[in-house]
């Protein structure tokens, strides 16, 4: 967390009739304000919060609308942006129907969500992490996003790794964690970072940021063979792959660490960064650098995604990724493996010992593929046991652990896109029993929230009948990463994989309990698009019907 060392000025909220002014100037002399226009009888201002109030007659059955306009204005020149259309939006996605109305609510709610997060450029849209907290570009957050969404629209993808590429790191700056070839975590602006108050924008304190750009990347290449975002992104790509070698690698091992440049900057540079989400038996915080688990994971899966891309263009890069990839999982997995537990460490500190807590983390392992079949087999079943398997979704923290906290930011809550993660890992090692239960979990955890709009992270108690699952105060609603995780979960019951020239997909199909039918209309998916259903009868999950133009479906 960043301390606040600057701090401007606020006018009293002023009201002229049905008009509300709310003033800022900053310490720099930007000037801001937001004007809300709304029908009410008079506004209240005073020491506290302003109030108005608007009465409205409603007859039963009948319907009634209110408009209130909010308008906000600055002194800065403001970006251009494109209009949204949500319309534009819905015409252009996937549809989805299923015979499970939550499972159809929990889809458009995120579909929704993500319209509203994310911003159009040329090259598509570029989704902002969340709100309020991440209203910012952020590297991990959009590449997972752009990841999870590819089966809803695919335009997500060159969007985020245009912009990602267009604000990698150059030269090497230790205040702002800025190195050649990284690619940042967030891009903030705003009164902090022009004032000096924060550690700079684009800020680059993140590790895993580089190898989810690269797997982006190949990933997307795949998806949209119709333009060439290897050749388009290819000086770019080079670049975090050497960061991931030489920068991204601090000792030489194989593994990338992380280790802050400067005291100002974030301690824990993975997507568990909280300060208290690697602990050692004694609770404190391991010495480091750090490599984490599921870094190492991403490395591998966008190292051999990228060589299977490039084998027909560059056969010499694709050898050449093939082998790092190859050498860094086998140390892998005599270096994470915990034999006694058929478990994945969390992590190595800085003297090469395990951080041996179990934790959510290896599900990650497992959606990237990194795991041998065995380990992978027995990874997820270790996912569904109850300590971490919570009945809404999979904790970040096993209960049994001494340092679990249900209602912590990340040591034993539940997070969708985490959660997501496992569900895809488990399809991936053949556990389609256990990625079913856990997607009928993240289905009923959503129709437990207002809307079916799931949060950032939820409280990680047992369920149990009768009580919803535990809010926590301050998650971010919506976050992208949480609308996405339906998305990746639709990928995972269509068993949908997709060649690396784009001219064929694959598909294994399952389905959660209390859906027996789920299709897509219109999915776009590399060289064509095609309707598919998968239906259960007799208590098996088939193919029921496909049409696909310009691909070759495998079933």
Same mark, same amino acid.
């Given at each position: 967390?960043?301390?606040?060392?600057?701090?401007?000025?606020?006018?009293?909220?002023?009201?002229?009739?049905?008009?509300?002014?709310?003033?800022? $100037?900053?310490?720099?002399?930007?000037?801001?304000? +937001?004007?809300?226009?709304?029908?009410?009888?008079?506004?209240? $201002?005073?020491?506290?919060?302003?109030?108005? *109030?608007?009465?409205?007659?409603?007859?039963?059955?009948?319907?009634?609308?209110? @408009?209130?306009?909010?308008?906000?204005?600055?002194?800065?020149?403001?970006?251009?942006?494109?209009?949204?259309?949500?319309?534009?939006?819905?015409? $252009?996605?996937?549809?989805?129907?299923?015979?499970?109305?939550?499972?159809?609510?929990?889809?458009?709610?995120?579909?929704?969500?993500?319209?509203?997060?994310?911003?159009?450029?040329?090259?598509?849209?570029?989704?902002?992490?969340?709100?309020?907290?991440?209203?910012?570009?952020?590297?991990?957050?959009?590449?997972?996003t752009a990841l999870m969404t590819l089966p809803l629209r695919r335009d997500l993808a060159p969007a985020v790794l245009r912009k990602l590429s267009d604000n990698q790191g150059t030269r090497d700056v230790p205040e702002r964690d800025e190195e050649p070839g990284r690619i940042p975590h967030e891009i903030r602006q705003g009164e902090i970072v022009r004032t000096g108050g924060a550690f700079g924008t684009p800020y680059y304190g993140t590790v895993d940021a580089p190898p989810l750009f690269v797997w982006l990347a190949a990933e997307a290449a795949r998806w949209l063979p119709e333009r060439d975002?290897?050749?388009? %992104?290819?000086?770019?790509?080079?670049?975090?792959?050497?960061?991931?070698?030489?920068?991204?690698?601090? !000792?030489?091992?194989?593994?990338?660490?992380?280790?802050?440049?400067?005291?100002?900057?974030? +301690?824990?540079?993975?997507?568990?960064?909280?300060? !208290?989400?690697?602990?050692?038996?004694?609770?404190?915080?391991?010495?480091?650098?750090?490599?984490?688990?599921?870094?190492?994971?991403?490395?591998?899966?966008?190292?051999?995604?990228?060589?299977?891309?490039?084998?027909?263009?560059?056969?010499?890069?694709?050898? @050449?990724?093939?082998?790092?990839?190859?050498?860094?999982?086998?140390?892998?997995?005599?270096? %994470?493996?915990?034999?006694?537990?058929? %478990?994945?460490?969390?992590?190595?500190?800085?003297?090469?010992?395990?951080?041996?807590?179990?934790?959510?983390?290896?599900?990650?392992?497992?959606?990237?593929?990194?795991? +041998?079949?065995?380990?992978?087999?027995?990874?997820?079943?270790?996912?569904?046991?109850?300590?971490?398997?919570?009945?809404?979704?999979?904790?970040? *923290?096993?209960?049994?652990?001494?340092?679990?906290?249900?209602?912590?930011?990340?040591?034993?809550?539940?997070?969708?896109?985490?959660?997501?993660?496992?569900?895809?890992?488990?399809?991936?090692?053949?556990?389609?029993?256990?990625?079913?239960?856990?997607?009928?979990?993240?289905?009923?955890?959503?129709?437990?929230?207002?809307?079916?709009?799931?949060?950032?992270?939820?409280?990680?108690?047992?369920?149990?009948?009768?009580?919803?699952? +535990?809010?926590?105060?301050?998650?971010?609603?919506?976050?992208?990463?949480?609308?996405?995780?339906?998305?990746?979960?639709?990928?995972?019951?269509?068993? &949908?994989?997709?060649?690396?020239?784009?001219?064929?997909?694959?598909?294994?199909?399952? &389905?959660?309990?209390? =859906?027996?039918?789920? @299709?897509?209309?219109?999915?776009?998916?590399?060289?064509?698009?095609?309707?598919?259903?998968?239906?259960?009868?007799?208590?098996?999950?088939? =193919?029921?019907?496909? *049409?696909?133009?310009?691909?070759?479906?495998?079933?």
């Open positions: 967390m960043v301390k606040r060392i600057t701090k401007g000025r606020r006018e009293p909220a002023a009201a002229n009739g049905h008009r509300l002014l709310f003033r800022y $100037t900053a310490v720099d002399g930007v000037k801001q304000s +937001t004007e809300v226009l709304a029908p009410v009888d008079a506004w209240q $201002t005073g020491d506290g919060p302003a109030a108005g *109030r608007v009465a409205v007659r409603v007859a039963p059955g009948d319907r009634r609308s209110i @408009e209130i306009d909010i308008r906000v204005h600055s002194t800065l020149p403001s970006p251009v942006i494109a209009d949204r259309d949500w319309d534009a939006w819905q015409r $252009t996605s996937t549809k989805f129907a299923s015979d499970s109305p939550d499972l159809d609510a929990w889809i458009e709610r995120s579909s929704l969500d993500l319209f509203l997060l994310s911003d159009q450029t040329a090259d598509g849209f570029f989704p902002s992490a969340g709100i309020p907290w991440f209203v910012a570009p952020f590297g991990r957050d959009s590449v997972m975002l290897i050749g388009e %992104f290819e000086p770019n790509i080079r670049a975090a792959l050497e960061w991931m070698e030489k920068r991204g690698d601090l !000792d030489g091992d194989l593994f990338i660490e992380f280790e802050r440049k400067r005291p100002t900057g974030i +301690t824990n540079q993975v997507w568990k960064d909280s300060g !208290d989400s690697y602990l050692n038996a004694k609770g404190k915080r391991p010495e480091g650098p750090m490599a984490a688990v599921e870094v190492q994971a991403y490395a591998i899966e966008a190292m051999r995604s990228l060589a299977e891309v490039v084998a027909k263009r560059d056969p010499a890069w694709s050898a @050449e990724l093939a082998t790092r990839a190859e050498a860094i999982r086998k140390k892998f997995e005599r270096a %994470f493996w915990m034999e006694g537990r058929s %478990f994945y460490a969390q992590a190595l500190d800085g003297k090469k010992r395990l951080v041996a807590d179990i934790v959510s983390n290896p599900g990650h392992v497992l959606w990237a593929g990194a795991a +041998t079949p065995a380990h992978g087999r027995a990874t997820a079943r270790r996912l569904r046991q109850p300590d971490l398997a919570s009945g809404w979704g999979i904790r970040t *923290r096993s209960s049994r652990s001494k340092h679990y906290n249900p209602v912590s930011y990340q040591n034993g809550s539940v997070w969708p896109h985490d959660t997501a993660f496992a569900a895809a890992g488990m399809a991936r090692y053949g556990n389609k029993t256990g990625a079913a239960r856990t997607i009928a979990e993240m289905i009923a955890a959503a129709k437990a929230f207002p809307d079916w709009r799931i949060p950032e992270l939820f409280g990680g108690q047992p369920r149990r009948a009768g009580v919803l699952p +535990t809010t926590y105060p301050v998650a971010c609603v919506p976050l992208a990463w949480s609308a996405a995780s339906p998305f990746l979960c639709i990928r995972t019951m269509l068993g &949908l994989s997709v060649a690396a020239d784009g001219s064929s997909v694959g598909l294994d199909p399952l &389905l959660p309990d209390g =859906v027996d039918r789920f @299709e897509a209309t219109g999915l776009r998916v590399g060289a064509g698009d095609m309707d598919v259903r998968i239906a259960r009868r007799r208590g098996r999950v088939h =193919v029921d019907e496909i *049409r696909a133009r310009g691909l070759t479906v495998a079933d």
